[in-house]
């Protein structure tokens, strides 16, 4: 079944440090692959997609993203968080095969900013 | 620009009540969603419309019903609501292929 993994809750991190979020996906072939993030009692905003190519992703607010299909991963990543970073993140994955496409999310990893 | 309008955003039942979420996106997406997210679970489909015209299930649809009004408008009903149905609701939509926006999200209390 295809399925996406978020391995981490829960991260803290310090302000101006770096930050990565680990997501893995299974699916039969490399499907469109995107990150949300969602702030207390908002909707979500999407951060960065990929389809194909350039396997390096950039976003907004600074965020990047990898895609590694060796390792079935697409990690996002920010040199220096700030402490309006602090939100949960969303990992998410669509196969559109065919005519129905839906998204797969991640279970969510809630993002911590220390002073 | 509005892109995925959901009304109402808070909204508390009594268990067996009725109501309908209303989404409306002005986008001329062809495709429409309705997701459920519930802490520690993510978001989960309930259902999905592809095109006007067609409503398919998702992963969690015992209990909802929907109609795709027209392309821009996705509706989910509850005939009865029961409090496992407590949850934020988010409408999205998508041009075929492409990538899924969300409205901001309704939330539902049912007690």
């Known amino acids: 079944a295809q399925s996406v993994t978020q391995p981490d809750i829960h991260i803290t991190v310090s302000e101006g440090a770096s930050l990565e979020l680990r997501c893995n996906y299974s699916?039969?072939?490399?499907?469109?692959l995107f990150w949300y993030v969602q702030s207390p009692g908002q909707g979500l905003q999407l951060l960065l997609k990929y389809f194909s190519g350039d396997t390096l992703v950039q976003g907004i607010k600074g965020f990047e993203a990898e895609f590694k299909r060796s390792q079935s991963s697409f990690n996002l990543r920010k040199p220096s968080v700030h402490w309006s970073d602090a939100a949960e993140y969303f990992c998410?994955?669509?196969?559109?095969?065919?005519?129905?496409?839906?998204?797969?999310f991640g279970k969510g990893t809630k993002l911590s900013v220390k002073p | 620009n509005a892109g995925v309008t959901q009304t109402p955003k808070f909204q508390v039942l009594k268990t067996g009540q009725s109501m309908t979420l209303q989404c409306a996106q002005d986008m001329n997406h062809n495709s429409m969603y309705w997701y459920r997210q519930d802490p520690g679970m993510g978001l989960r489909l309930i259902y999905y419309s592809a095109s006007e015209g067609t409503t398919d299930k998702g992963e969690v649809p015992n209990g909802y019903n929907v109609s795709r009004l027209n392309k821009r408008e996705f509706s989910l009903r509850l005939e009865s609501a029961a409090p496992s149905q407590t949850s934020v609701y988010f409408c999205?939509?998508?041009?075929?292929?492409?990538?899924?926006?969300f409205g901001e999200g309704s939330w539902l209390t049912v007690v």
């Open positions: 998410a994955a669509v196969n559109y095969g065919g005519s129905q496409g839906n998204l797969i």
């Open positions: 999205a939509s998508s041009p075929s292929g492409n990538t899924i926006y």
């Open positions: 699916y039969g072939a490399t499907p469109y």
